[in-house]
């Protein structure tokens, strides 16, 4: 879901590529096909949504719609392919870009619905890595962020950074499962740090008490914006 940091490189107009943005058309001849690709990847998002991205796979998927594995690949050419299309279709929209909204409600809006999208498909922030093709609906919510950037001093390269560092924040702080382990989150580790409290000094200090409830997530945003707003007053015309 982030911008590239390859910037200059254009995506090869693969088949997947070709299926995400124009859709695929179906066979004129033979019988009429009895299932459609979106039809395919409702079945194999709820399976995620329910079961992990890990118990994804072409067989589970035929099973779910009662239709054989062979007959999947009429519409979906691969499982990567399959992951695609899911990815596409559980993002959404992003906001409605509110012209007259300041920038930072609209940041807080889209961090918000975001987290939202990634709470009931908990499988996507780690789905949506690496290079890979994308869809229209995907690649907007990083056009909402550099759009609500745009009123700002800050110039083109800045604006993708900014939205690079706010989807890293937003993944960072979704879930343990997405964040970096550490110590404080980890049952038993607190006591033996307690333990040599002479080698954890600031540790044991800093988890005396439980951390936030959100992982830092609206705390690290504000600071982030923080920084984005200096940065613009920095550069007052």
Request: hydrophobic content about 35%; cysteine-free; proline content about 9%.
């Given at each position: 879901m982030e911008p590239s940091r390859e910037l200059g490189i254009d995506v090869a107009m693969t088949d997947t590529t070709e299926l995400l943005w124009h859709g695929?058309?179906?066979?004129?001849?033979?019988?009429?096909?009895?299932?459609?690709?979106?039809q395919i990847t409702a079945a194999a998002v709820a399976i995620a949504d329910q079961h992990g991205i890990g118990a994804v796979s072409m067989q589970a998927v035929a099973d779910s719609v009662g239709f054989t594995k062979m007959s999947l690949y009429r519409y979906v050419q691969s499982k990567d392919e399959l992951l695609a299309v899911m990815i596409e279709q559980a993002v959404g929209e992003p906001p409605t870009f509110t012209p007259n909204q300041p920038w930072r409600s609209r940041i807080d809006t889209w961090a918000q619905q975001l987290a939202e999208v990634w709470r009931r498909h908990a499988w996507l922030p780690q789905a949506a890595v690496g290079?890979?093709?994308m869809g229209p609906r995907e690649i907007s919510w990083s056009e909402y962020v550099l759009r609500?950037?745009?009123?700002?001093?800050?110039?083109?390269?800045?604006?993708?950074?900014?939205?690079f560092m706010l989807f890293g924040h937003l993944r960072n702080t979704q879930s343990l499962e997405t964040a970096g382990t550490q110590a404080w989150n980890e049952p038993g580790h607190r006591e033996l740090m307690t333990q040599r409290p002479d080698d954890f000094p600031a540790m044991v200090e800093a988890t005396a008490t439980p951390p936030s409830d959100d992982f830092g997530r609206r705390l690290g945003l504000r600071l982030i914006l923080n920084g984005v707003q200096a940065l613009h007053d920095s550069r007052a015309r």
């Open positions: 695929r058309e179906a066979a004129t001849r033979g019988p009429k096909p009895a299932l459609s690709v979106e290079h890979r093709a609500a950037l745009g009123e700002l001093r800050l110039t083109p390269s800045e604006r993708v950074d900014v939205t």
